[in-house]
């Protein structure tokens, strides 16, 4: 056969040669904006709407049982890694983030006409559950495939600061989603937010999501991609690969898997816990006014997108892994003293959330290409997408629950040393991890 001297380890790294990068780099991130958006107004709105879905005497275990379904939609995201993940490495990067967007704004719109507890008992939940379920799949295979996607069309000295882009869009829609947050609880009163406020966010995520879906089907193909499937043809003919021969080949890159997973718990926890948690904990604990809280934390979220491109143009240049120990060793020295500046001062709270911000962009940056450059372009949307899905369902998905409950029993510290210890562990996974910065991808 005339291709029979193509390898599977040929590297595909050259720069795409097909015009359009830039706009592609945009459609990828405005999408991965709104359905950040859709997935943040959950956990910014569950205090107004918990009482709606749950009946409990104490307001604390209402909000508990809203975060446990916001826990839950988190289970969905390994499933969603999997199946997103194969659909990007079967059928395509732009097939898979579109069909992404579709269910996310679904779900969006599902929770917007959602019919409540006094008019439909215990269903209410039933439905909520449904949504987060959706949304939960669906973001499960968004972040993996936005990564590889970016990553395989960036230039090879850009890697870094390309799949970076990403976490302008976790910034922006989460900015947005603190944002409306703002506004509402300004315009609106308690009793109004409680009463329909909560479903306004909801139904504009759901009309924003079909603008989204739009400019992601406008998109183009990898290049990295279907050159490596052209080959694969080649060698092996159109055969589809059985469900065994795949799980035999995610076997065999155990070691980049379990990489991803190390250096993702730390990131996500702390990214839940001071982006999701924090204005609302202050809030809480020191009686700080809700709307300065929000604004407080409004403004340490865009010191990240600052340090996101900045991080992610270090990492290019410098390599990724003294920039993902800014973070990992960083957070570790500084989680307590950062705890111990929350108090009913908004300032101190935007302090504290800008450090943290600088920090987590240390960790964020770097992550989209340092994915694409551990595994294989055959492989590299499933294992991006179950390794970072099932790290953020485990640690992320239940930080706000269990960040609420240690808080309520004041035992807060011990979440702060849960942090800490999972930011050691990345530190052990960057010192032992390979430089991958200027490699080629596989």
Same mark, same amino acid.
């Given at each position: 056969?005339?291709h ?62 809203? @975060?446990? *379904?916001?826990a839950?939609?988190? =289970?969905?995201?390994?499933? $969603?890694?999997? #199946?997103?993940?194969? %659909?990007?490495? !079967? ?38 559950l ?24 960036a ?12 976490? @302008?869009? *976790?910034?922006?829609?989460?900015? =947005?989603?603190?944002?409306? $947050?703002?506004? #509402?609880?300004?315009? %609106?009163?308690? !009793? ?12 504009v ?170 595994v ?35 035992m807060?510290?011990?979440f ?24 080629e991808?596989?």
């Open positions: 056969m005339t029979s001297t193509v390898t599977s380890h040929q590297p595909l790294d050259r720069a795409p040669r097909r015009s359009g990068r830039g706009r592609d780099l945009v459609a990828v991130n405005i999408g991965n904006a709104l359905e950040w958006f859709d997935w943040n107004i959950y956990a910014i709105f569950a205090p107004f709407f918990a009482a709606q879905f749950f009946r409990a005497e104490n307001p604390v275990s209402s909000l508990l049982s809203t @975060l446990a *379904v916001f839950v939609g988190f =289970l969905m995201r390994p499933v $969603g890694g999997w #199946l997103f993940g194969r %659909l990007a490495d !079967e059928k395509g990067r732009k097939f898979s983030l579109t069909l992404a967007i579709l269910l996310a704004s679904a779900g969006s719109l599902l929770i917007a006409v959602a019919p409540t507890f006094d008019a439909v008992g215990v269903f209410a939940g039933v439905v909520l449904v949504a987060r379920l959706v949304q939960g799949l669906s973001h499960g295979g968004e972040t993996g495939s936005a990564f590889t996607y970016l990553a395989e069309i230039p090879r000295d850009r890697r870094g600061v390309w799949a970076s882009t990403p976490w @302008l869009g *976790v910034g922006v829609g989460t900015m =947005l989603a603190t944002g409306i $947050g703002v506004l #509402l609880t300004a315009l %609106l009163t308690e !009793e109004q937010m409680a009463g329909f406020g909560w479903r306004i966010p909801f139904a995520a759901a009309v924003l999501g079909l603008y989204a879906l739009y400019i992601r089907k406008t998109m183009n193909e990898s290049e990295v991609h279907t050159e490596r499937k052209a080959q694969d043809t080649a060698q092996h003919g159109e055969r589809r690969r059985s469900l065994r021969e795949v799980v035999g080949e995610l076997g065999r890159e155990w070691r980049p898997l379990l990489q991803i997973i190390g250096l993702t718990i730390s990131g996500v926890v702390a990214f839940y816990t001071w982006f999701i948690f924090a204005p609302g904990y202050a809030s809480r604990e020191f009686g700080m006014d809700p709307n300065a809280s929000l604004v407080a934390g409004l403004c340490g979220q865009a010191v990240f997108l600052v340090a996101i491109p900045v991080m992610g143009w270090l990492s290019d240049r410098f390599g990724r892994r003294p920039v993902l120990l800014v973070f990992a060793a960083g957070f570790a020295l500084l989680a307590f003293p950062l705890e111990w500046m929350l108090g009913p001062s908004p300032v101190l709270l935007f302090l504290a959330m800008a450090a943290g911000s600088v920090l987590l962009a240390a960790n964020c940056a770097p992550l989209g290409a340092v994915f694409a450059e551990l294989p372009t055959r492989l590299r949307a499933t294992l991006i997408g179950i390794g970072y899905a099932t790290s953020g369902a485990i640690f992320g998905g239940t930080a706000p629950y269990l960040n609420t409950w240690l808080s309520s029993i004041g807060h510290g011990v702060v040393g849960y942090m800490i210890a999972l930011c050691l562990i990345s530190v052990v996974v960057i010192i032992r991890m390979p430089e991958t910065a200027r490699g991808l596989r």
